[in-house]
């Protein structure tokens, strides 16, 4: 996919701003987010840092959930960081490729009620 000549706008709602702001571990952790563009279309994502999959397989191996770790269900992004930083750039580029539900999962989208 080519990305846009614009940049699309949107808002950015992030739970670890929302939520015990400042008790998070930014590099090991996970959140979801929400973002709203100005055509309307809204999303919401789950996003997890690189470090946090290694910390969730060990997990599935102690609890035993997921076969002890044999496979795991992926969230809809893998970020470096969970700052607003990080993510809101990484959004950007997404949209600049395309609509999140053709560069991400299509289970992000939620169509808006009518």
């Not at 701003?17 to 959140?31: L, M, T």
Request: glycine share 6%; aromatic share 12%.
């Amino acid at each position: 996919m080519k990305k846009q000549l614009t940049k699309p706008s949107f808002k950015l709602w992030l739970e670890f701003e929302a939520v015990d702001f400042g008790n998070w571990d930014i590099e090991n952790e996970f959140c979801n987010i929400h973002i709203e563009l100005e055509d309307g279309r809204h999303y919401g994502i789950n996003v997890w840092t690189y470090k946090f999959l290694e910390t969730a397989i060990s997990k599935d191996k102690e609890t035993g959930e997921n076969l002890s770790g044999l496979y795991k269900v992926p969230p809809d992004l893998f970020v470096k960081e969970l700052t607003r930083e990080c993510i809101q750039q990484s959004i950007q580029d997404l949209l600049e490729i395309g609509d999140l539900e053709q560069v991400l999962n299509p289970s992000v989208y939620t169509k808006s009620e009518d």
